[in-house]
């Protein structure tokens, strides 16, 4: 039996500006799951891109957004595990946890302050000086190379243009693909997304079970609530956000991301997740766990929000 901590908790505020929300976090040993939260319409579109067609914009410098983000990873068991960026904060050298279980981007700041504190802090992420709010939960983590840990990147970074790209073949973030996209990504195997309240949901085949689960990148491993473990699975003892015990299943599953992309991946079976079914409740249903690292493996996984697809290379 493997007995896991809950590090954190899935924390949300319906707020003026809208919906904010926060993963959780279930890690130890080779385990781990994260982030859910509530639903919405899509968030705004981005500023609308030129035309096909139209003359390229030679001699405009290029914006900071284009230089892509080096992503710093954590494996275990053969698997990515975490995926940092890192930033700069007041001149010093910082990381942010990249974790698309929480929709905004944040600054951890101490319990008790107000949630949100609007514009805590200009942070520098690539060459983008950027204004992010500050939220009470603290991240008692450092990196393998030693930076501290002091917010979270969100899924807002995927969603800040038409396409953008998380490769996790090369260890970035693209945050504008130019557009039209390349006939090559064109090419590539596509899955259908929604885009609730600023997260990624996506439509997968799970077991050859078609399932709508939220790309969380913050979650090591698939989560499927409302699965009863099977034989050779592991017991994984836990308890959830309001401390109340909670047994889940560690095992592999067939994971389908779009066409001829089947693979075997780590998964956690939860016969009941009562915290996490509050959540989808709130989201309106349908959302019947995560995608966490360990199943989008080691792909090229491009953002189209203007067909609403995931465009994943095989």
Same mark, same amino acid.
């Given at each position: =039996?493997?007995?896991? =901590?809950?590090?954190?908790?899935?924390?949300?505020?319906?707020?003026?500006?809208?919906? %904010?929300?926060?993963?959780?976090?279930?890690?130890?040993?080779?385990?781990?799951?994260?982030?859910?939260?509530?639903?919405?319409?899509?968030?705004?579109?981005?500023?609308?891109?030129?035309?096909?067609?139209?003359?390229?914009?030679?001699?405009?410098?290029?914006?900071?957004? #284009?230089?892509?983000?080096?992503?710093?990873?954590?494996?275990?068991?053969? /698997?990515?595990?975490?995926?940092?960026?890192?930033?700069?904060?007041?001149?010093?050298?910082?990381?942010?946890?990249? #974790?698309?279980?929480?929709?905004?981007?944040?600054?951890?700041?101490?319990?008790?302050?107000?949630?949100?504190?609007? /514009?805590?802090?200009?942070?520098?992420?690539?060459?983008?000086?950027?204004?992010?709010?500050?939220?009470?939960?603290?991240?008692?983590?450092?990196?393998?190379?030693? %930076?501290?840990?002091?917010?979270? +990147?969100?899924?807002?970074?995927?969603?800040?243009?038409?396409?953008?790209?998380? #490769?996790?073949?090369?260890?970035?973030?693209?945050?504008?693909?130019?557009?039209?996209?390349?006939?090559?990504?064109?090419?590539?195997?596509?899955?259908?997304? @929604?885009?609730?309240?600023?997260?990624? +949901?996506? /439509?997968?085949?799970? #077991?050859?079970?078609?399932?709508?689960?939220?790309?969380?990148?913050?979650?090591?491993?698939?989560?499927?609530?409302?699965?009863?473990?099977?034989?050779?699975?592991?017991?994984?003892?836990?308890?959830?956000?309001?401390?109340?015990?909670?047994? %889940?299943?560690?095992?592999?599953?067939?994971?389908?991301?779009?066409?001829?992309?089947?693979?075997?991946?780590?998964?956690?079976?939860?016969?009941?997740?009562?915290?996490?079914?509050?959540?989808?409740?709130?989201?309106?249903?349908?959302?019947?766990?995560?995608?966490?690292?360990?199943?989008?493996?080691?792909?090229?996984?491009?953002? @189209?929000?203007?067909?609403?697809?995931?465009?994943?290379?095989?």
């Amino acid at each position: =039996m493997l007995r896991v =901590m809950l590090l954190g908790a899935l924390a949300s505020a319906f707020l003026a500006s809208g919906f %904010l929300a926060s993963g959780f976090l279930v890690s130890g040993c080779s385990s781990g799951t994260s982030g859910a939260s509530a639903p919405e319409s899509a968030p705004p579109a981005p500023p609308a891109e030129a035309e096909a067609g139209a003359p390229d914009d030679a001699g405009v410098p290029p914006r900071c957004e #284009d230089a892509p983000l080096p992503l710093l990873t954590e494996e275990a068991n053969g /698997h990515l595990s975490r995926l940092y960026v890192e930033a700069e904060l007041d001149a010093k050298r910082v990381a942010f946890i990249f #974790d698309t279980g929480s929709a905004t981007t944040f600054l951890e700041r101490p319990i008790g302050t107000p949630d949100p504190t609007r /514009h805590a802090a200009d942070i520098l992420i690539g060459t983008c000086s950027v204004a992010v709010d500050g939220r009470p939960y603290p991240i008692d983590e450092v990196t393998g190379g030693g %930076l501290g840990v002091v917010g979270t +990147l969100g899924a807002d970074t995927l969603l800040g243009a038409k396409a953008t790209e998380l #490769d996790l073949a090369g260890m970035r973030i693209v945050r504008s693909v130019k557009v039209p996209l390349d006939p090559d990504i064109m090419s590539w195997p596509t899955v259908r997304i @929604d885009i609730v309240r600023g997260h990624l +949901l996506a /439509h997968v085949v799970v #077991d050859g079970q078609p399932l709508r689960l939220m790309v969380d990148t913050g979650s090591p491993h698939l989560l499927w609530v409302g699965r009863n473990g099977e034989p050779g699975d592991e017991e994984v003892r836990s308890s959830d956000a309001t401390g109340n015990p909670l047994t %889940l299943y560690l095992g592999t599953a067939t994971v389908q991301l779009g066409e001829g992309s089947s693979e075997r991946a780590p998964i956690l079976r939860a016969p009941s997740f009562p915290y996490f079914e509050e959540t989808v409740r709130q989201l309106g249903g349908n959302v019947a766990g995560l995608v966490g690292l360990s199943a989008l493996g080691r792909r090229r996984i491009v953002v @189209d929000r203007a067909a609403r697809v995931l465009r994943v290379r095989p």
